[in-house]
């Protein structure tokens, strides 16, 4: 641990600032104040950890704090730090997963070191332990001293430290969504299909989720492009026709969602061996033709002269 006697602040104490107040806590730092947009959210946080005070004022966690995390919506980091009195004594953090360090530009003009610490992972109100940040990998960037530090408390939680490039945070922090909230709205989408059959939403998660847990499973021990399974990888033409035809005219808001995820997963199966050059053509040409989402197959404009 890199100088445990610094004392920590956080601004907002939503979810991520929650939960890493309780993880740099736990893991032996000096958490010594909290504010947020609601007080009573400082106060809950702060009554759970040793030493930390509750403030309703963000300049009083700056004042009294060596290194403030800034646990706000993306869109209000900027505005924040311009607020705050920083000194060249003090370390600003941002932790959003898109944004650079300029965002905290305004810190770094009055002398503050800055950088950015994302935890890629997803965190939900109930979690008050460390669990989901052991083994965590965070995005780092910033200043050089700043960094070190933030190398360290990537150590105390057993992660991995990912050094991302300015120009590529925004390319980060969208395949960050895509494993994340995209996964949640393909779930929705298959268990849409279940209704249709007569089940309930939640008898389509009871149902589904145990495959999904088997598929991270899987990924945990083998490369993607090993482990993958289903028609597109056996080449099964026909099984999947059957689907996008049926999924045509019963369930038509899916289509669109369903031939460019197959159009991806057939280029997956090329580069994985499973299918041949031209089988996945074949595969292609299927999911083109239903790639626009509307209720009929695309078909060729005619000419003036036909």
């Not at 989901?132 to 190398?151: E, K, M, Q, S, Y």
């Not at 990888?233 to 049926?246: K, P, W, Y």
Request: net charge negative; proline share 3%; with cysteine.
């Amino acid at each position: 641990m890199v100088n445990s006697a610094l004392r920590i602040g956080f601004i907002g104490a939503g979810h991520t600032g929650t939960i890493l107040a309780h993880g740099l806590n736990q893991a032996g730092y000096l958490v010594g104040a909290v504010a947020s947009r609601s007080y009573k959210s400082a106060e809950t946080l702060a009554n759970k950890i040793s030493g930390c005070t509750a403030h309703t004022a963000p300049a009083k966690v700056v004042d009294e704090c060596d290194i403030v995390f800034l646990t706000v919506p993306d869109d209000a980091i900027t505005h924040l730090a311009s607020s705050l009195p920083w000194q060249e004594s003090k370390c600003a953090v941002h932790c959003s997963g898109a944004l650079t360090s300029d965002a905290l530009s305004p810190a770094k003009k009055l002398g503050a070191m800055t950088g950015s610490f994302h935890p890629l992972q997803t965190f939900s109100s109930l979690d008050t332990q460390m669990d989901r940040l052991t083994g965590c990998t965070f995005a780092i960037a910033g200043d050089a001293w700043l960094v070190t530090w933030l190398n360290e408390l990537t150590k105390d939680f057993k992660g991995t430290a990912a050094h991302i490039e300015e120009r590529d945070r925004p390319l980060y922090h969208a395949s960050a969504v895509m494993a994340c909230g995209y996964l949640t709205t393909l779930l929705y989408a298959a268990s849409s299909l279940w209704k249709d059959m007569g089940f309930s939403r939640s008898e389509a998660l009871h149902a589904l989720l145990p495959l999904v847990k088997s598929t991270i499973s899987n990924l945990e021990d083998q490369h993607t492009q090993n482990m993958a399974t289903g028609p597109i990888i056996r080449g099964d033409l026909g099984t999947v026709t059957s689907h996008l035809e049926i999924i045509q005219s019963q369930k038509a808001e899916v289509l669109q969602m369903y031939a460019q995820l197959g159009t991806s997963m057939t280029q997956l199966a090329q580069e994985q061996g499973s299918i041949t050059s031209e089988v996945a053509a074949k595969f292609r040409e299927l999911f083109e033709k239903y790639s626009d989402g509307k209720l009929m197959p695309k078909k060729s404009k005619c000419s003036a002269d036909e």
